[in-house]
T-cell receptor, first 111, second 112 residues
């Protein structure tokens, strides 16, 4: 049931773009994205709800394809501060509060 | 300051010795949740609570207990800890389950 994130790791130069994917074998009600820097707690980025409502970060965008049961996080013109591990959390049962997170994607942005 | 506070931050203990990790939030959030984080496995939800007196199992509840007697507190109880519960634990809260979660700083547990 754990969603699969891809790629597992990516290295970028400042200013480059990246896409992180999150795929589920189950139908999704919502997808939650978090970023965690080394030694710190996860920090909220984005929530995408079934039906298209999006709540989140104005410098990072995301898509939610309900039919394909997947979400993608788009990081454009990456900055050094984007480095960290990105997690997607999926809600596969509506209105329960249960979240299943992926294994994470490590992003490293170099100068 | 709005925050989620976990205690202790670090604990080394022995197998079988009951322990409690406390979690408290000052944001009047309805939803609270516990996660464990292990290398390569991401965040795994242990238990969550949609509101006071309402708790439910996450993906990995075995060996853990929780209670939610007050809105602000959500302690995690390990009745008989075992070495496979050595991990980094996070408590999080949000207004509802579909709102941004605020995470505590984490508790690193080592069970020998």
């Amino acid at each position: 049931q754990q969603p699969v994130q891809s790629p597992q790791a990516v290295i970028l130069r400042e200013g480059e773009d990246a896409v992180i994917n999150c795929s589920s074998s189950k139908a999704l009600y919502s997808v939650h994205w978090y970023r965690q820097k080394h030694g710190e707690a996860p920090v909220f980025l984005m929530i995408l709800l079934k039906g298209g409502e999006q709540k989140g970060h104005d410098k990072i965008s995301a898509s939610f394809n309900e039919k394909k049961q997947q979400s993608s996080l788009y990081l454009t013109a990456s900055q050094l501060s984007y480095s960290g591990t990105y997690f997607c959390g999926t809600e596969i049962s509506g209105n329960t509060g249960k979240l299943i997170f992926g294994q994470g994607t490590t992003l490293q942005v170099k100068p | 300051e709005a925050q989620v506070t976990q205690n202790p931050r670090y604990l080394i203990t022995v197998t079988g010795k009951k322990l409690t990790v406390t979690c408290s939030q000052n944001m009047n959030h309805e939803y609270m949740s516990w996660y464990r984080q292990d290398p390569g496995l991401g965040l795994r939800q242990i238990y969550y609570s949609m509101n006071v007196e309402v708790t439910d199992k996450g993906d990995v509840p075995e060996g853990y207990k929780v209670s939610r007697k007050e809105k602000r507190n959500f302690p995690l109880i390990l009745e008989s800890p075992s070495p496979n519960q050595t991990s980094l634990y996070f408590c999080a809260s949000s207004y509802t389950y579909n709102q941004p979660q605020h995470f505590g700083d984490g508790t690193r547990l080592s069970i020998l």
